[in-house]
């Protein structure tokens, strides 16, 4: 039977509790570190050569999907009762509500050098050294909200313009493309400073510290904002019943895109499954 992925705010004291102490398990176990370099392993631009998977490309969302349940099920290996929250930032908008308090993931980092001293995953405690970072920085850092200079999270209209599109991606299938649900939900715009930001990366850049960058999966609010992101894409799916993935079939030899990006029927590195194979997980979960 499938299981329930819950709002983070609607947790229980119980299953926060139960989340946190299988977060700390998998990291202590060592699994959590080869997510975080899998990650930064998957984090190639439009500007590099080769296969896009995660990012700047349609199997953005189906790649994280996959490697959200990965997670999910490591998770659920310690706690069977376990499944990863959703972070839905329309509604929990500042730095004190859920998931930023002392019995989820910790607060806002302090001032002098981004270091999260609060919450299960502050340094101190010993349970959350960043072995995999970016800079040699071990400890996790954030910038809720950018305070020298400040940014908002994306509103509900932000969101509307990004489910509204019918068409779930369009070609050259990059960061370049102005039409199409999947780069206007990942955010990548045009122009200069936060106005570029849009949706899934708006919300990376909210967050600050290690959350901004490859190695973003060190901050666990990583699941929690992409577990939305997830969400999004049903919801997107459930409006438009008749649009799918895309590009339905490879581009052709000899075109810009071609041997860049992962087709429906495709496989998707790392992993042997295809998007279309991802597009229905009503099996596996579903949302509350
Ligand atoms: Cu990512
Ligand atoms: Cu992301």
Redesign the pocket.
């Known amino acids: 039977m499938a299981y329930t992925r819950k709002d983070v705010s609607t947790l229980t004291a119980a299953e926060r509790r139960r989340f946190v102490k299988a977060l700390l398990e998998v990291k202590r176990r060592g699994e959590y570190d080869e997510f975080v370099r899998m990650h930064i392993e998957y984090y190639v631009s439009d500007g590099e050569g080769g296969l896009r998977t995660a990012h700047m490309a349609p199997s953005f969302l189906p790649w994280h999907r996959r490697f959200l349940l990965e997670l999910e099920k490591a998770l659920r290996r310690v706690d069977s009762s376990v499944t990863l929250p959703y972070w839905d930032w329309t509604r929990d908008r500042t730095p004190t509500s859920a998931p930023w308090t002392a019995d989820l993931l910790g607060g806002n980092g302090r001032r002098s050098d981004l270091q999260v001293t609060t919450g299960p995953f502050a340094y101190a405690t010993g349970d959350w050294t960043i072995k995999d970072g970016v800079t040699d920085r071990r400890f996790l850092t954030r910038d809720l909200g950018r305070a020298r200079d400040p940014i908002d999270l994306p509103k509900q209209s932000d969101l509307e313009w990004a489910l509204a599109d019918p068409v779930y991606d369009t070609s050259p299938w990059d960061s370049t493309v102005t039409r199409g649900f999947r780069n206007k939900l990942e955010g990548w715009g045009s122009g200069r400073g936060s106005t570029a930001w849009r949706n899934?990366n708006r919300v990376?850049r909210w967050v600050g510290g290690v959350m901004v960058g490859g190695a973003?999966v060190n901050d666990p609010v990583f699941w929690l904002?992409?577990a939305f992101i997830d969400l999004l894409w049903t919801r997107w799916q459930r409006r438009h019943r008749e649009h799918r993935y895309l590009p339905a079939g490879p581009p052709a030899a000899g075109t810009r895109p071609h041997g860049r990006v992962v087709a429906r029927h495709e496989k998707l590195p790392p992993w042997d499954v295809t998007p279309d194979q991802l597009e229905d997980v009503g099996g596996i979960y579903r949302y509350a």
């Open positions: 899934h990376h973003s904002h992409h």
